[in-house]
């Protein structure tokens, strides 16, 4: 089912399996949004779910990062600069090691 197939999605996604954000600057403030937004619908939809969804809800919270405000997304993205200037490694694209 649809659920399931989400979930999968999710699970490949944590595991780095897929790839679905290969050739974006997405903003890590906008990612963190975005993942505390879906937190938040799969729990709204395990609290009014029945018995049987509850718990594939529960392991789809688990695919997923905490989200946040947007300031933990960015936070983590300047730490992962500071390590790589602390290196001398430079910011161009394409530069595995940010990724």
């Not at 890590?28 to 729990?43: G, Q």
Request: with cysteine; hydrophobic share 35%; aromatic share 10%.
């Amino acid at each position: 089912d649809a659920i399931t197939m989400i979930f999968v999605w999710l699970r490949f996604s944590q595991i780095r399996q897929l790839s679905w954000q290969r050739n974006y600057n997405t903003k890590p403030r906008e990612l963190s949004s975005a993942s505390d937004k879906l937190n938040m619908l799969i729990a709204w939809r395990w609290k009014n779910g029945g018995a049987k969804e509850k718990e594939i809800f529960r392991l789809m919270l688990g695919c997923i990062g905490r989200g946040g405000s947007g300031g933990d997304g960015q936070a983590i993205r300047d730490e992962i600069l500071h390590i790589m200037h602390r290196h001398k490694l430079p910011e161009s694209k394409g530069n595995w090691v940010e990724e």
